[in-house]
């Protein structure tokens, strides 16, 4: 099969199955990427487009960073693999001990993964061990939150809250809980920032304590922002309020940082912006700037003691034969030398003004029910069109696309993310696309 170029798609397109996707209708207009540099992607008909979504909330840095391509190549010329199962190679001791520096002071190991989906079931499972290991075996229940995405591992869909996800898979894991969702149009449309209403929603943890025990609750696990669900923003006072009644009732705290961390929201991650720190923190995207599959679950001293305090022997019977690759290691350590050199985890507290400013102006258009956002995220959620639900999302995310800026659409909702290193006029650029296609 020849490579795709421009104005030439690939022999077939029958073979590879494509993720969320309907497979049987791509074919009929394939959209293929074909390069990509800074903020732009350029596809097989030779349009560049601006990427408004960082990739997939991920290519956080901008698209092709030549120190990221250099450390992947010089580390397939010293070391292709090692494995860290009983040994090492020194780089993957290197990066951590870089990488605990921009979380909460008191979170310093990290257990490395290939994917949000695993660093959301690697948490799932520390938390489940610790509580064992704290002699609170029948503490076994996980709880997540309505419209929350944690991945698609059984762990990270039993505790995810978006219906259309899980209803192909039967039960999942047994006895996972959902709190209620944070959403709140009603009282909280066109908030600039954290929306004013609703941090006693987080008492919904009572209730479920009511109703479980809390002696049966191992963990809850939320998004500081939900993403794919929609790109929802957690009222003031709500993360605070959590970490209280977890803290009362010896419940872990997760935060899945897979999409707000590595400066999505104005800082290396959204427990240093908001000011809450949880047990655990999962992560990925980002963290690698989308070059080479990595991910990372951040614990806490006080966690990881706990499995230190075990008999000698292994502590946690659980790893990934990629687990600390070098060649992702050496990915991620120059994409942090990029954050670090080029002060992108500051890069949302800079361009707030612009961001927001931008963003509500579409509060007045046509069809507009919510414009929820936080620098660098958002979402604008229209009214369903005549024809049913998603569909004028769709229509809007193609006219954008067409004249020159590609947003991802979740059904009626268009969301935003795009590469930190966006200027102050691409944003309003950006904005002002969408406002277009929306009229």
Request: glycine share 12%.
């Amino acid at each position: 099969m020849s490579e795709a170029t421009h104005n030439l798609l690939p022999e077939g397109l029958d073979n590879f199955w494509m993720p969320f996707t309907p497979n049987r209708t791509f074919a009929e207009k394939p959209r293929l990427m074909v390069s990509a540099r800074g903020m732009y992607y350029t596809d097989a008909e030779g349009n560049e487009v601006l990427d408004a979504s960082a990739g997939l909330w991920c290519v956080n840095a901008g698209h092709y960073r030549p120190e990221i391509n250099a450390a992947i190549a010089a580390q397939l010329e010293e070391l292709d693999f090692a494995h860290n199962f009983n040994a090492a190679h020194p780089l993957v001791f290197e990066y951590a001990s870089r990488l605990v520096k921009h979380f909460p002071d008191n979170i310093n190991r990290v257990f490395f993964t290939n994917s949000g989906s695993e660093s959301v079931d690697t948490a799932l499972k520390i938390a489940l061990a610790y509580q064992q290991l704290r002699g609170e075996g029948s503490r076994t229940r996980l709880v997540g939150r309505e419209g929350g995405y944690h991945g698609m591992g059984f762990g990270g869909l039993a505790v995810g809250g978006i219906g259309r996800n899980r209803r192909q898979f039967g039960p999942l894991l047994p006895g996972a809980a959902h709190l209620s969702s944070v959403l709140d149009i009603e009282r909280n449309a066109f908030s600039r920032g954290l929306p004013p209403h609703g941090a006693e929603r987080a008492d919904d943890l009572e209730r479920l304590v009511a109703i479980h025990g809390a002696d049966t609750i191992a963990a809850v696990i939320v998004e500081p922002i939900t993403g794919a669900g929609g790109v929802v923003l957690p009222p003031q006072g709500y993360l605070e309020r959590l970490r209280e009644i977890c803290d009362q009732y010896g419940i872990l705290l997760i935060f899945d940082e897979v999409i707000t961390g590595f400066g999505r929201v104005g800082d290396s991650c959204a427990a240093n912006r908001f000011g809450v720190t949880p047990d655990i923190i999962t992560t990925a995207k980002g963290i690698s700037n989308a070059t080479v599959p990595l991910g990372g679950v951040f614990v806490s001293d006080a966690v990881y003691d706990v499995f230190q305090s075990a008999p000698a022997g292994v502590e946690l019977f659980h790893g990934y034969t990629y687990s600390g690759h070098p060649v992702a290691c050496a990915a991620g350590m120059a994409t942090l030398s990029i954050y670090e050199n080029e002060n992108l985890f500051q890069r949302g507290r800079d361009a707030e003004g612009a961001w927001l400013d931008a963003a509500l102006s579409l509060r007045d258009a046509d069809g507009v029910v919510d414009v929820r956002c936080h620098p660098l995220i958002a979402a604008v959620e229209l009214a369903p069109g005549p024809e049913g639900p998603g569909t004028r999302g769709a229509e809007v995310a193609q006219r954008c696309y067409h004249r020159g800026v590609w947003f991802r659409n979740i059904g009626d909702i268009l969301v935003t993310s795009p590469p930190l290193i966006i200027t102050d006029e691409q944003i309003r650029q950006m904005f002002g696309v969408l406002g277009e296609a929306i009229g």
